[in-house]
């Protein structure tokens, strides 16, 4: 039984001469499939083709990819601003002509945040820059296919939970229509008995209450819905072992349960029926819920 849940998470890390980085995904579930990347400026050449790799994986969840780059320690270089420099002297000059104080020194406007920067951005060539463009997306295809197996390790157990609240729904199915299967004689007794007491005496033709009870026999008659609620059990097992992303049509599946449960209940002239409705009504609602976190 293979089911996909769209929940999931996982990383991957990569490097490539003196650059390593780390891509860190995650997904929740979504209507459809959307791939969100968070990179730093400059690596908007891998968006395209890191796309197509996670379309080529999942058909639905709302996917959040993040690459943070992680220079290595001994060749991690600093450079100055010039902006954030340059703006830093005149600050400095405007404050020392305003009150008078010492101008700044060297170091102390050095050490003002933004003028001393990493330099990581060191010029590459075409070739240098396409290799390492490379190996970022071999290392977000693993961390796509992590994300895919804890997604399918996640979707063993909603399988496992689904598979559990089907069963509930059949024998649900069945209890009710052991129950509908008494309605006819109940309603014979009931009416024969309201008769009685509003006649006070009177008394009413057998085959008069024979076409009463009919009547309300068709009216209450769920065998219609039993039928249904059985067909789209034998359906729901038939997607959950398909193999297929199924999560939309489990929704759809869901609501038609619920259509036949209402309906049910509305006809229900029997507490213990309606009961059983009730019942039925409230595992269809937890199958839905799990149905909206799969795939």
């Known amino acids: ?20 980085w ?19 400026p400059g690596f908007d050449g891998i968006e395209i083709a890191a796309r197509t790799l996670a379309s080529e994986r999942f058909k639905r969840g709302n996917i959040q990819a993040t690459l943070t780059m992680e220079p290595r320690e001994e060749t991690r270089g600093l450079k100055v601003d010039p902006i954030a420099l340059n703006a830093a002297v005149r600050l400095a000059k405007q404050i020392a002509d305003e009150t008078g104080l010492a101008p ?7 050490s003002l945040k933004g003028v001393i920067v990493q330099d990581e951005a060191a010029v590459m060539t075409p070739e240098e820059r396409g290799a390492r463009d490379a190996e970022m ?20 157990k909603l399988a496992a939970v689904l598979k559990s609240q089907i069963d509930e729904i059949e024998k649900l199915t069945q209890e009710a229509a052991r129950l509908s299967a008494a309605q006819p004689a109940a309603l014979r ?6 008769v009685k007491e509003l006649m006070s005496g009177s008394q009413l033709s057998e085959e008069r209450i024979t076409q009463e ?13 039993l039928d249904r609620l059985d067909a789209h059990v034998h359906e729901a097992r038939a997607l959950l072992s398909s193999g297929e992303a199924v999560g939309r049509k489990l929704d759809f599946l ?9 309906t049910l209940c509305s006809k229900s002239s029997d507490i213990q029926l309606t009961r059983t409705g009730l019942a039925l009504k409230h595992v269809i609602d937890q199958f839905r819920e799990q149905a909206q976190n799969v795939e």
């Open 137 to 156: 997306l071999k290392s977000v295809a693993m961390a796509f296919d992590s994300l895919r197996r804890a997604r399918r390790t996640e979707g063993a």
């Open 254 to 262: 869901a609501q038609e349960f619920n259509r036949e449960a209402n």
């Open 213 to 225: 009870v009919a009547l309300l026999a068709t009216r209450a008659d769920i065998r219609e819905e």
């Open 22 to 40: 780390r891509w860190e995904v995650k997904s929740v579930n979504g209507r459809g499939m959307e791939l969100r990347l968070r990179m730093p």
């Open 189 to 194: 007794d009931k009416l024969a008995a309201q």
């Open 1 to 20: 039984m293979t089911v996909v849940s769209m929940t999931g998470f996982a990383e991957a890390h990569g490097a490539h001469e003196a650059t390593r």
């Open 104 to 110: 700044a020194r060297v170091d102390g406007i050095l």
